[in-house]
C-alpha cells in the first residue's frame, strides 16, 4: 500500500538455507511482482543487523532511486534503516519481520514502515493440538495458518 503497487523494492534475507527465510523471502518477493513492484536485488544479511547494514549500502549504490525494502527478520531490517539514514535517503518503506520492540520503537518514531507479527500463542496452541493428532495418527494439514498482522504507525502501541 506504501508504494502504490510500483516502484522498487530490495529484499534482504536471512541465511538462505533457512526455510523460515526462504519462505519469508519468497512469498514477499511473489506478492511485490504481483502488485507490479519490481525486486531489484535479493541479497543475505545472515540475520544480523550489522550485515543488513553493510547490504543495505550495497544495495543503495547500485540501485539509487530505489523506493522500498523487505527484511526478513527486523534486525536485518533495523541495520537497512542505518544505511538509509547514513546515505540520508528519504522516503524509502522499509519493512521487517517478527515486530520486535526495536522495530516497534522505530515504527513510533518515524523510521521503519511496518514489521509483521506472528501470533506465538497460535503457533503454541496449534502446535500442541497437532502433535496430540499425530500421536493419535491422525492426518494434519500440511500448512496451517497460525497468523500473521502487520504492525504499521496505526496499531504499533499494541505492540510495546
Known amino acids: 500500500k506504501a508504494l502504490n503497487n510500483k516502484g522498487k523494492v530490495a529484499l534482504i534475507t536471512g ?10 523471502s519468497g512469498g514477499a518477493e511473489d506478492a511485490l511482482k504481483a502488485c507490479g513492484i519490481t525486486v531489484v536485488a535479493k541479497q543475505p544479511a545472515d540475520s544480523l543487523r550489522d550485515k543488513g547494514q553493510t547490504v543495505m549500502e550495497n544495495i543503495l549504490t547500485a540501485n539509487p532511486d530505489l523506493n ?10 533495523l541495520g537497512a534503516l542505518e544505511a538509509i539514514k ?3 535517503k528519504t522516503g524509502i518503506v522499509v519493512v521487517g519481520f517478527d515486530a520486535n520492540p526495536d522495530a ?14 506472528q501470533s506465538p500463542t497460535n503457533m503454541g496452541k496449534f ?8 500421536i493419535k495418527g491422525e492426518t494434519i494439514a500440511k500448512v496451517i495458518d497460525t497468523g500473521t498482522v502487520v504492525v ?5 502501541d499494541k505492540y510495546k
Open 127 to 134: 502446535g500442541v493440538e497437532n502433535a496430540l493428532k499425530a
Open 152 to 156: 504499521d504507525k496505526s496499531n504499533a
Open 104 to 117: 516497534i520503537a522505530s515504527i513510533l518514531a518515524g523510521g521503519m514502515t511496518a514489521s509483521v507479527a
Open 15 to 24: 541465511v538462505l538455507s533457512q526455510q523460515t527465510h526462504i519462505d519469508r
Open 86 to 88: 547514513a546515505a540520508k
Open 68 to 77: 522500498g525494502v523487505f527484511a526478513t527478520n527486523d534486525l536485518m531490517a
